[in-house]
């Protein structure tokens, strides 16, 4: 899952090197953290939060398959 977000985020950047996602597992559920540069920040959240509110949707999509819980944090 943590491949799965990373691709989304650096096909969505100007800077790809940039992006970072650390996993970590919290109360049997996946805990994804996105970072990205700064400058790109607007990229990845989009109007009014739509493409954040999509890539979770991938992302929950993609652990339901898998029998998982999965969250995304974007800071």
Known sequence: MKELVE???KALVTK???????????DG???LNL????EDMGKVIGKQGRIAKAMRAVL???????GKKANLEIE
């Open 7 to 9: 691709h989304m985020a």
């Open 60 to 66: 929950k999509a993609a652990a339901t398959k898998e």
């Open 35 to 38: 970072k990205v540069a700064p």
């Open 16 to 26: 790809p090197e940039a992006v970072l996602v650390t996993e970590a597992e919290k």
């Open 29 to 31: 559920e996946t805990e």
